[in-house]
């Protein structure tokens, strides 16, 4: 079992940047893909990137690519996401999340084991 949480939300303007941090409890945290969705009101639970265990390869949504970099310290059994020129349409709950290796490749929520409580991410215009 591994549990998840998320920190580092907030109310920020556009333009604004934001670094999110995703705290592992498993000391294998190192063999698993991580991933970082979020989930507006109203809305599905998307994804928007992830990253392999040994962090050799990273995938964006492209609604993100070129402004959110995910990485990840296996030392610190932490996940990041940071978030530069945050668009109001970035708005929404963001969780990380934990899989197995096949995650990293099918990026839908239902491939994922573990998941954080979430953290809120606003941006005003």
């Known amino acids: 079992q591994v549990q998840l949480v998320e920190s580092g939300g907030g109310l920020v303007q556009a333009g604004d940047s934001l670094r999110l941090s995703c705290a592992a409890s498993?000391?294998?945290?190192?063999?698993?893909?991580m991933g970082w969705f979020r989930q507006a009101p109203g809305k599905e639970r998307e994804f928007v990137a992830a990253?392999?265990?040994?962090?050799?390869?990273?995938r964006y949504a492209d609604s993100v690519k070129g402004r959110f970099t995910i990485s990840r310290d296996n030392a610190k059994n932490t996940v990041y996401l940071q978030m530069n020129s945050l668009k109001p349409e970035d708005t929404a709950v963001y969780y990380c999340?934990?899989?197995?290796?096949?995650?990293?490749?099918?990026?839908?929520?239902?491939?994922?084991?573990?998941w954080g409580q979430g953290t809120q991410v606003t941006v005003s215009s």
């Open positions: 990253i392999t265990w040994s962090s050799g390869s990273t």
């Open positions: 999340a934990a899989g197995p290796p096949s995650s990293y490749e099918r990026g839908w929520p239902g491939s994922f084991d573990y």
């Open positions: 498993q000391r294998t945290f190192g063999s698993y893909a």
